[in-house]
């Protein structure tokens, strides 16, 4: 049924094909990251070849890794723009030469977080020589927030302007349409609801019993902790002490275990909940891709919304796709 609500996307013409990366090429780079480049590469260049264009703009370019392979096996000029100066230090380090002077030029991007996206868009409208725009969004919820809390850049055409008016997308909708989609639920065992229940139950009973008794902490190091099957609530909050700023004195512990006593009888309903969240995820996310293609057409240009990659792998799997 919420397929349904939804918005409508295309499927990537040619959508099985790919290319196959040598291993030389594959370095460093996990398999999710393979497939999207491999489908990608592929992707741009059916659509560059249509438009006779060799020049292509990667905007948060990363490791360069599209690049790379857009210029070492397809023989495109790839021209990466990367914000973080270590970033695009490795890339440079293993780009042989570089060269300038574009004319007709294709503007990519693979997983363009929050308001770069928009960026991306706006240039693609106001640059003449930027002939093909394909691109991954990410990250709807960091895009930036107004004083109000509606969001700078959402909706950005015409016709979506009445949302604001009557409906609130905060920022909770943007994390959600940023979240797992339906095809990744379905392949989780009953044994990753299990671990995932445990996950946000356990996080959440720490969150509230920190809100309620005062208590704040740090990461030391990026992931707080990992849980199994038999991880008890104590094992989960030594864990955490021993991995963040949190500490936990005789009195505070015997608080924060009455409050999981009282909080875990709920534990049972995060699932349930989640998958709630999971039907929603693709209304949101299309609504917001839908929005940026009418503002692409609002400017006179050709627009639609494709998927391109397998949603069992990348989650982010539908690009805009836009051409002069
Ligand atoms: C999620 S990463 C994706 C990297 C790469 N495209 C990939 O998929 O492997 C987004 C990248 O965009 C870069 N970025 C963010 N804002 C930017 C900006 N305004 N200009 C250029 N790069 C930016 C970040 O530093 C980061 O490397």
């Known amino acids: 049924m919420c397929f349904a609500l939804s918005l409508h996307k295309y499927n990537a013409e040619h959508f099985s094909e790919s290319l196959l990366l040598a291993n030389d090429l594959k370095k460093n780079m996990n398999p999710k990251k393979v497939h999207e480049v491999e489908r990608m590469a592929k992707f741009i260049d059916m659509k560059c070849k249509e438009l006779d264009c060799k020049y292509i703009i990667d905007i948060g370019s990363g490791m360069g890794y599209l690049g790379f392979v857009m210029t070492k096996l397809l023989d495109y000029k790839v021209l990466g723009i990367e914000i973080s100066e270590k970033m695009s230090r490795k890339t440079n380090a293993r780009a042989e030469n570089g060269e300038s002077g574009i004319p007709d030029m294709c503007l990519v991007g693979l997983h363009c977080c929050g308001d770069l996206s928009v960026s991306t868009i706006k240039t693609f409208c106001q640059l003449k020589s930027i002939k093909l ?116 004195d005789h009195s505070a512990m015997n608080k924060i275990l009455a409050l999981y006593q009282t909080c875990h009888p709920v534990m049972k309903l995060i699932e349930p909940f989640t998958m709630l969240q999971v039907m929603f995820q693709p209304i949101i996310e299309l609504l917001i891709l839908e929005d940026r293609c009418r503002y692409v057409k609002e400017q006179g240009f050709n627009c639609k919304v494709v998927q391109v990659f397998d949603d069992q792998v990348s989650s982010r799997n539908c690009a805009i796709l836009a051409h002069k």
């Not at 969001?151 to 905060?170: A, I």
């Not at 996080?203 to 991880?231: M, P, Q, V």
């Open 133 to 248: 725009l394909l691109l991954f969004s990410c990250c709807y919820h960091s895009m930036k927030q107004n004083d109000d809390r509606t969001f700078e850049n959402f909706p950005l055409s015409s016709d979506f302007k009445f949302l604001n008016q009557h409906y609130c997308l905060n920022l909770y909708s943007f994390r959600l349409a940023a979240q797992q989609t339906r095809s990744s639920w379905k392949l989780q065992t009953s044994n990753d609801h299990h671990l995932h229940m445990l996950n946000v139950g356990y996080r959440s009973i720490l969150e509230l019993a920190c809100h309620k008794y005062g208590l704040a902490f740090k990461k030391n190091h990026r992931k707080l902790t990992k849980i199994c099957n038999n991880t008890s609530f104590p094992d989960y909050l030594n864990s955490i002490c021993s991995r963040s700023t949190l500490t936990i």
